[in-house]
C-alpha cells in the first residue's frame, strides 16, 4: 500500500460516511439523485473492502548514530 | 618546603589556589544526602542548599535551569559535582551539576513534585489533547528495537491494520541517555519521517527504570510535539509524565497499537452496515415512492371512475330527458288543444251572452237618446255649442240653433224674459 492510496482510504471512508448520513437523512429527494448517491456509495464501498485485501505490514528501521550514543 | 620559603599572596589568590588545589586533588564528587534549607536567589537563576546527613553538611550550589527534576526540603538525592569556594567570600561549597532523586521514596517524591509543576503549566489539559487519524497512513514508532514493546506494537498492527506502514526509530528507552535518546527521537519524527502519529512507548519497570518517561523535559517536548503521542508504557505502575503529556495514553504497548489503528474486521462490519444502511433507506425510498405513485394511480382511477360514473348516468339522464321532453310536449299538446277547445267554447259563449247584452244596452240607449225625445216634440237649443238651458245662457241678439226630431232652426234672440 502506498501513502497514496492509504491517504485515499481515509478520504473515500470518511466520502462514504457522509454519503450514507445524507442519503438517511433527506426527505423528499429526487430518485434520480436518490439512486445516484446510492450507487456512488455501493461503489466507494466495494474499493475500501478491495484495499482490505491480504498484506503484510511495511516496516521501516531509521538507523541513527545517536541510537547508541551515550550524550549526557 | 620550609616555612622561609613562602611568599605571601593575595587573598583572592589565596582563593584561586585553593579552589585549583581542590579540583585538582579531589575531582568530581558524587555525593548522597538529604536536602535541607533549599532557597532560589537572582530572579529564581541561583540555587543554594545543603546536604547532609547525621553528622554534617555542606553547602551546595546550582544554576537552577541545571535542574532536571524537582527538588524540595527532607528529600534523599545523589549530587554530582565538584568540591570549590567562592570568589568573593571564599567559602567553601559543593558546584552541582546534576541531582538525582534517590531511592523509591525521593523518586515518588521528585515525580509528584514535577507533576504538579506541569499540571499547573497546563501540560496535561485535556484541552490541549489531540484526536488521532482514524485510518493513519504511517506510523512512527519509537521505542528500542530488541524489546519486547517493539515486538507487540509490530505484531498488533499486523494483525489490526496491516495497510500502513511502520517506522521505527530505535531509542534507549531506560538508563542515563534514554531521555535524550527519546527526545532526538521524536526530533526525528517531527522533521523528518512525518508520520500520521507516534507511539512512544516501552516495556513495564520499576519507577527507576521509568524515570526518563517521567523526565519533565521529555515531557516538554512530547507537549510541543506537532504530531499527535500515544505513549504506552508498561503496566507496572498507575502512570508515568509521559502518559499524563500524552495525546493518547495506552496502559501497554500492545495497547498503544490498538488504540492507533483500527481492526480490519472492524471496519468490514462498518462498510456492510453502512451499505446496509444505504439499501435500507433505498428501499425505503422507493417504497414511499411506489406507494405514492400506487395512491396517485389508484386516486386518478377512483377519479376516472367517478368522472366516468357521472359521465354515463349525465348520458342517461340526457338520453331519458330527451324521451320526457318528447312525451311532455306530446302531454302538453294535447293539453294545449282541450284548453284551446274548453277556452273556444267558453268564448262562443262569452261573446254570445254580450250580444245580448249589447241589444239590451242598445234597446236602453235608444229609449234614453235625446234624438228619441225629440222626437216626442221636444227640441234642443244650441247657443255657440252649448246647450241653452236657462234665460242666463243667451243674450239678446244671439243667434241660436235649435235641433228638431227632423232638421235645424236658426233664430235670433229678440227679447229675453
Same mark, same amino acid.
Given at each position: ?38 450507487e ?33 | ?6 611568599q ?27 536536602? &535541607?534549607?533549599l ?7 541561583? $540555587? ?9 553538611y ?32 571564599g567559602? !567553601? ?30 501540560? !496535561? ?31 498488533? $498492527?499486523?494483525?489490526?491494520?496491516p495497510?500502513?506502514?511502520?517506522? $521505527? ?45 517521567? &523526565? ?54 462498518? $462498510? ?42 349525465l ?14 310536449a ?34 236602453v ?7 228619441? *225625445?225629440?222626437?216626442?216634440?221636444? &227640441? ?9 238651458? &236657462? ?10 240653433? *235649435? ?14 224674459t
Amino acid at each position: 500500500m502506498t501513502k497514496k492510496i492509504e491517504k485515499s482510504f481515509a478520504e473515500q471512508f470518511e466520502e462514504l460516511e457522509k454519503i450514507t448520513q445524507q442519503f438517511e437523512s433527506q426527505e423528499d429527494v429526487d430518485l434520480d439523485e436518490s439512486v445516484k448517491q446510492f450507487e456512488r456509495g455501493l461503489e466507494i464501498a466495494q474499493e475500501l473492502k478491495k484495499r482490505l485485501s491480504d498484506v503484510e505490514l511495511k516496516v521501516r528501521r531509521i538507523q541513527e548514530k545517536f541510537n547508541t550514543a551515550d550524550e549526557n | 618546603m620550609t616555612k622561609h620559603e613562602l611568599q605571601a599572596i593575595s587573598v583572592s589568590e589565596c582563593v584561586d589556589l585553593i579552589r585549583t588545589s581542590l579540583q585538582a586533588v579531589v575531582g568530581d564528587l558524587i555525593i548522597d544526602g538529604e536536602v &535541607s534549607g533549599l532557597q532560589t536567589r537572582s530572579g529564581n537563576t541561583l $540555587l543554594f542548599f545543603s546536604l547532609k546527613d547525621d553528622q554534617s553538611y555542606i553547602d551546595c550550589f546550582m544554576l537552577s535551569h541545571e535542574l532536571k527534576a524537582q527538588i524540595e526540603d527532607g528529600m534523599e538525592v545523589r549530587v554530582y559535582g565538584y568540591p570549590s569556594l567562592y570568589k568573593k567570600s571564599g567559602k !567553601f561549597h559543593i558546584r552541582v551539576n546534576r541531582i538525582e532523586a534517590k531511592g523509591e521514596g525521593a523518586l515518588q517524591k521528585q515525580l509528584e513534585l514535577t507533576k504538579k509543576k506541569l499540571e499547573r503549566e497546563g501540560l !496535561f489539559d485535556p484541552s490541549r489533547k489531540r484526536a488521532l487519524p482514524k485510518f493513519p497512513r504511517s506510523i512512527g514508532i519509537i521505542t528500542s528495537e530488541d524489546a519486547a514493546a517493539f515486538t507487540d506494537t509490530i505484531r498488533v $498492527l499486523s494483525n489490526r491494520w496491516p495497510y500502513s506502514e511502520a517506522i $521505527l526509530v530505535p531509542s534507549r528507552v531506560q538508563g542515563k541517555p534514554a531521555i535524550k535518546n527519546l527526545i532526538r527521537g521524536i526530533d526525528v519524527m517531527e522533521n523528518r519521517i512525518r508520520p500520521d502519529v507516534i507511539i512512544l512507548t516501552r516495556g513495564g519497570g520499576n519507577l527507576e527504570d521509568l524515570q526518563s518517561f517521567n &523526565s519533565e523535559e521529555l515531557a516538554r517536548r512530547i507537549f510541543s510535539c506537532a504530531i499527535p503521542i500515544v505513549v504506552g508504557v508498561g503496566h507496572e505502575r498507575d502512570w508515568t509524565i509521559a502518559d499524563l503529556v500524552a495525546d493518547v495514553r495506552a496502559a501497554t504497548p500492545s495497547n498503544a497499537a490498538e488504540l492507533v489503528v483500527p481492526h480490519k474486521d472492524d471496519i468490514v462490519l462498518q $462498510l456492510d452496515a453502512l451499505v446496509d444502511g444505504l439499501r435500507h433507506t433505498m428501499r425505503r425510498r422507493l417504497e414511499m415512492v411506489s406507494h405514492h405513485l400506487f395512491r396517485t394511480s389508484s386516486l386518478l382511477s377512483a377519479h376516472m371512475e367517478s368522472y366516468l360514473g357521472r359521465f354515463t348516468a349525465l348520458l342517461q339522464k340526457v338520453s331519458f330527458f330527451g324521451e320526457r321532453v318528447a312525451e311532455r310536449a306530446k302531454f302538453f299538446r294535447g293539453r294545449v288543444e282541450e284548453k284551446a277547445k274548453v277556452a273556444l267554447v267558453g268564448i262562443s259563449v262569452q261573446v254570445s251572452q254580450k250580444k245580448k247584452l249589447l241589444a239590451q244596452a242598445v234597446v236602453v240607449l235608444k229609449k234614453t237618446s235625446p234624438t228619441h *225625445i225629440l222626437q216626442k216634440g221636444y &227640441s234642443i237649443t244650441l247657443n255657440k255649442g252649448k246647450v241653452v238651458r &236657462s234665460r242666463n245662457d243667451v243674450k239678446e241678439h244671439d243667434i241660436l240653433r *235649435i235641433h228638431l226630431s227632423e232638421g235645424e232652426i236658426e233664430s235670433e234672440v229678440k227679447k229675453i224674459t
